[in-house]
């Protein structure tokens, strides 16, 4: 696995514009949303907070759900033939997955260190930054399911739908206190929400008993998301 891994980290850092778009979308949302929302009373923190846990989930969500076009070429089914096992193979994808989740994280936070003048100390800047990564292990997952269901031609639909519906029920870019109820108690229920929950309470200083809430409610996702993508990659495995 481990050769299979230093493979799959090495292509994907050659694929500059992936990276490069990872980074400057969540930067680039950042820049345009801060102004905005800073001038009606929210924190330069809480917003990065916000913009960063979408670039990691978006950038994790990305390279998971490429396993899709991997089945289509048939490079699934080769890797069946070598000594490389399943369980290898997806713990590889989704650990590439969380490389390419850092870097949106450690960007949005170094603009809004520069531009907008977020001050934090070391060990908050550490948490703002490893905690939002951290809590994208589900997202990794998620991605890597949905790369098992869709397919080279359906994979945009499928992952706009799924980034759309995190990003802004979720509560990423636009505080859940403002939602209508029922809508409220959707997104409290998705992934997205808690993930949130992170960034915001780490970069404004929320109480510890939030962020433990929201790590144990990701943890949780994890944990179901990566028994469904087993499940359904034996699945596959057996038809093929």
């Known amino acids: ?40 009373g929210a924190p ?4 990065m907070g916000g913009v960063a846990a979408f670039g990691a989930m ?4 990305d390279v998971g759900a490429r396993t899709a076009v991997e089945r289509g070429i048939g490079w699934q089914r080769q890797l069946r033939l070598t000594p ?11 650990s590439v997955a969380m490389v390419v989740a850092l870097p949106p994280v450690a960007g949005v936070s170094l603009v809004a260190g520069l531009v907008s003048g977020v001050h934090l100390s070391a060990a908050g800047w550490a948490a703002a930054v490893l905690g939002v990564w951290a809590g994208t292990v589900p997202f ?49 229920v998705l992934p997205s929400y808690w993930l949130a929950q992170v960034g915001h309470a780490t970069a404004l200083g929320g109480g510890g008993a939030d962020r433990w809430q929201a790590a144990l409610v990701l943890a949780l996702y994890a944990l179901v998301l990566g028994a469904a993508v087993v499940v359904r990659y034996r699945r596959d495995t057996a038809r093929a």
């Open 84 to 94: 490389l096992s399943g369980s290898g193979y997806l713990l590889a994808k989704a």
């Open 140 to 188: 990794a997952l998620l991605g890597l399911l949905i790369g098992q269901f869709a397919t080279a031609q359906n994979l945009q639909a499928y992952q706009g739908a799924v980034v759309l519906v995190l990003s802004f029920i979720g509560g990423l870019f636009i505080p859940v206190s403002t939602f209508p109820q029922a809508l409220a108690v959707v997104a409290k």
């Open 1 to 40: 696995m481990t050769g299979y891994l230093t493979f799959e980290i090495r292509r994907i850092l050659r694929d500059a514009k992936f990276l490069l778009f990872a980074v400057a979308l969540p930067v680039g949302l950042y820049l345009l949303m801060a102004d905005r929302f800073i001038d009606q």
């Open 58 to 61: 978006k950038a994790a969500l």
């Open 44 to 47: 330069a923190s809480y917003v």
